[in-house]
């Protein structure tokens, strides 16, 4: 077994400074490595779960209650308390995937937008052939999307940030790269109240197809938080303006990828 030398960075093999060194300048590992033991397994579990749990617990708390102040406070660089927007996302998206699999069978995708598929598998066609080749079409896509529910949220974010950047154009200072962020938020909100939703159908059985119509609401409402300062009423305007060209961009999209998907499925 090697031995790790106590005077160089294990990781580099830069020489450290002195035996008060705690970390390597030149890569950022602790110096001297550890050994791993029982007590440093113990030690990493405590800190790894505890300041996930923590990040995680305090981000949705605030996404959900004070959601403009969360997303300002990453945005201008207070992010100790919080866990990393994209992690956040993730976590989120896989409670929707758990509990879309042992709630509704795995049609998540479905049971979330039946107006917008159904319907335009719905659009006229010439003859019944072409119908249901449209209608297959978008069971194709739908199906893609649910058993690849996580590509499919991260394919639109950039969709969704390009849509409030014109929206929002010359207002804040706020570039693209912080609109991804801005979106990875509210796209992870979404996803709570669609959790919420899935959670509460047994006794509300219309709670699923309020969850659009409550996350743009929700998301107007997390914009108006964010321009504190700029006027109410035009934030309100912008953020609706801003999720009905993401809307449009959605739908244009999802009808370009027919003919694609027929075409593969010939």
Known sequence: MTQLSPDRCANCQRVTVGADQQFCPACGQPTPAPRIDWPFLRQEMQQTVLQMERGLLYSLTHLMVRPGHLMRDYIEGRRAS???PLPLLLTTAGVVVVLGTALLGGDVMGSAMPAGY???ARVPTDGQAGAASVMTAFAAMKEWMNRHFAATTLLMLPLEAAAFRLAFWRVGDVNYPEWLVISTYLTAQTFVLWTIGMLLQTWIPQ???WVLSLSIAYGVFSLVQYFQGYP????????????????LMNTALTFLMVPVVLLLTK
């Open 207 to 209: 709670s699923q197809a």
């Open 118 to 120: 159904d319907g335009a």
């Open 232 to 247: 109410r009423w035009k934030s309100v305007m912008r953020s609706v303006l801003g999720f009905a060209i993401f809307l």
């Open 82 to 84: 919080q866990v990393k």
